[in-house]
C-alpha cells in the first residue's frame, strides 16, 4: 500500500510549481485523513499538531497560485482513469453530472447568494444563503460497487440563472463534462437529470458531432413533434413541425406499442413496458423520448443518441445515481464544504438581501484570493475522495482490517470512503514516524516534524 500511496503523491507533483507549496499539499491531504471535525482550517491545525502561526501559512496555501485546484482535479481523473475501473458501454465513458447547494451565512464570503429550495421535503426554508456548485464525475466499477470519482468540479456565481463563464449554468456542466471525455480522450455518455434536459444542454453535444450524447430525464407532461412530411413545392416558409404527440397521451393510449422488458434499475431487475419515439422538441432539436412503466411508475428518457435501445436507454440513466453518495461524501466525510474564506474588502451583505445584485469590492485582488481558495479548498477534498475511492478498489481486504472499524453490517468486498479514509490515516501515520523511506519521509520531515510543533512527533 505504501508504494501505492507515494506513486499519486507522485503524479500530483507536477501540478504544484514550488516544493514547499507541494509539501503544504501533503500535509493538507494528511490532515484531511487524520481530522476527527469539520470546522474549517482549524481542524488541520489540531490534527497535525503545528503550532497555531502556522493558520496564515494555511491560509496563504489555498490562496496561493502556484497551484491549481482544477488542475490537480484534471489531473487526478486521468491518474483514476488509468487504473482501469471506468464503466463503458457502447465504447464510451459514462460521466454523470450535477450541482449542489450549500448553506453559507458568510456576509463577506464571496460566491455567496440566495439560492431557491428545490428540495421536495417542508422541513426546509424556501429560500437561503449559500453556494452552488456542479461536479462532473467518472462512473466507475470495481467488483460489486459502482462509484462516481470526481473529474471537474466548480463554484457558480450566485443566482439561480447565474451564468459561469458566460455561458448558462447547464451548457457550462454539459461543455466541462465533454472537456473532461476530451482529456481523457474517450467518447461519452453525458448523464442529467431533469434540469439538464433543455435547449442549451442539447447544442453543446450537437456540436461535438457524436462525440458525446446527453441522457436526461423528461417530465411526463413533456410535448414533442412528428417530423413534417414532404410537401409540394409553394411559395412560403416551409413547416418545421409535424403532428403534435403529448407523452402522457402515449402512456394512456392503449394502443401504443408498448414492449416488456427486462432491465437493472439502481441495482435491482425487474420487468418493465418500453416504448421509444423520435419527436421534435422545440426550438427544432430531434431527440429519442423513451418511456416506461416501472414498479416506480412512469418514467420519460431523452436521448441525443437517435438509435440508442430502449432498455439501455433506461439503464444510462439508473446509472447516474452514484453521484448523489459522491456529494454526500464529499460534504460529511471529506469535509469539502467547510472552509470559510472570507475578505475586508468584500462589502457585508445583508442575510436577507432582497436579490442577488453584485457587491461592491475594494480590491479585486483580494476577492480573487478569497474565490480561489474556496475552489482549491473543494477541489482539494475531491482530489482526497478520488484516491479513496481508487484505494478502496486496489486494497479493499487490507483496507477494512488496517482500519479496524466495526460496523454491525458487514462491508462490502469494496469499502467506503470512511473506512478507506481510516485506513490511509493509519498508514500516513506509520510513514511519518519514518516506518517507510523515500519520498514521503522527506515531505513529513519538512512538514510534519516542525520545531514550533506542539505535538510533533506525539501524534498518535
Not at 421536495?120 to 462532473?136: D, I, M, Y
Request: hydrophobic content about 40%.
Amino acid at each position: 500500500m505504501e508504494p501505492f500511496l507515494l506513486s499519486f503523491l507522485a503524479s500530483c507533483r507536477p501540478s504544484f510549481s514550488r516544493k514547499a507549496t507541494f509539501a503544504w499539499f501533503v500535509a493538507v491531504l494528511t490532515g484531511i485523513m487524520w481530522r476527527d471535525d469539520m470546522l474549517g482550517m482549524t481542524s488541520f491545525i489540531r490534527a497535525l499538531g503545528l503550532a497555531p502561526e502556522r493558520y496564515e501559512c494555511l491560509a496563504n496555501f489555498f490562496r496561493s497560485s502556484a497551484w491549481d485546484g482544477g488542475e490537480l482535479l484534471a489531473r487526478t481523473a486521468a491518474w483514476s482513469h488509468g487504473q482501469g475501473l471506468a464503466v463503458k458501454r457502447n465504447g464510451r465513458i459514462i460521466l454523470p453530472i450535477d450541482d449542489s447547494n450549500v448553506p453559507k451565512e458568510g456576509v463577506r464570503m464571496p460566491l455567496v447568494g440566495t439560492i431557491r429550495q428545490a428540495s421536495e421535503t417542508s422541513a426546509k426554508p424556501s429560500h437561503f444563503r449559500g453556494h452552488t456548485w456542479g461536479l462532473v464525475t467518472v462512473l466507475a466499477e470495481s467488483g460489486d460497487k459502482r462509484f462516481a470519482i470526481p473529474a471537474w468540479c466548480c463554484i457558480y456565481e450566485p443566482g439561480v440563472n447565474a451564468q459561469e463563464g458566460g455561458k448558462p449554468r447547464t451548457c457550462a456542466l454539459v461543455s466541462a463534462a465533454i472537456d473532461v471525455a476530451r482529456t481523457l480522450k474517450e467518447k461519452s455518455y453525458i448523464l442529467g437529470d431533469a434540469w439538464f434536459n433543455n435547449k442549451t444542454g442539447v447544442a453543446c453535444v450537437r456540436k461535438t458531432k457524436g462525440e458525446a450524447e446527453l441522457i436526461s430525464r423528461a417530465r411526463v407532461d413533456a410535448v414533442g413533434y412528428e417530423q413534417p412530411r414532404p410537401e409540394p413545392v409553394r411559395r412560403g416558409r416551409k413547416r418545421r413541425y409535424g403532428k403534435k404527440i403529448k407523452i402522457r397521451q402515449l402512456f394512456d393510449d392503449p394502443k401504443t406499442p408498448f414492449v416488456e422488458g427486462r432491465v437493472t434499475l439502481y441495482g435491482k431487475p425487474e420487468t418493465v413496458k418500453l416504448y421509444a419515439i423520435n419527436l421534435i422538441r422545440k426550438p427544432g432539436d430531434l431527440i429519442r423520448f423513451v418511456l416506461a412503466k416501472t414498479r416506480k411508475g412512469r418514467i420519460v428518457v431523452t436521448s441525443t443518441d437517435l438509435d440508442v435501445e430502449s432498455a439501455e436507454a433506461l439503464e444510462l440513466y439508473a446509472l447516474r445515481a452514484p453521484i448523489e453518495e459522491t456529494f454526500d461524501a464529499a460534504k460529511n466525510v471529506m469535509g469539502a464544504k467547510t472552509g470559510r474564506f472570507w475578505t475586508k474588502a468584500l462589502e457585508p451583505v445583508s442575510r436577507r438581501p432582497a436579490r442577488n445584485a453584485p457587491r461592491k469590492c475594494s480590491s479585486g485582488k483580494a476577492l480573487d484570493n478569497a474565490v480561489r481558495a474556496h475552489r482549491n479548498n473543494v477541489s482539494l477534498s475531491l482530489v482526497a475522495l478520488a484516491f479513496l475511492q481508487v484505494f478502496a478498489c486496489r486494497f479493499g481486504a487490507e483496507a477494512v482490517a488496517m482500519a479496524n472499524f466495526w460496523t454491525r453490517t458487514p462491508s462490502r468486498a469494496t469499502p467506503s470512503p470512511r473506512i478507506a479514509r481510516k485506513a490511509i490515516g493509519i498508514l500516513l501515520r506509520e510513514l511519518r514516524h519514518g516506518q517507510a523511506r523515500g519520498h514521503a519521509e522527506t515531505i513529513f520531515n519538512k512538514i510534519g516534524s516542525n520545531p514550533d510543533s506542539k505535538r510533533a512527533d506525539a501524534v498518535a
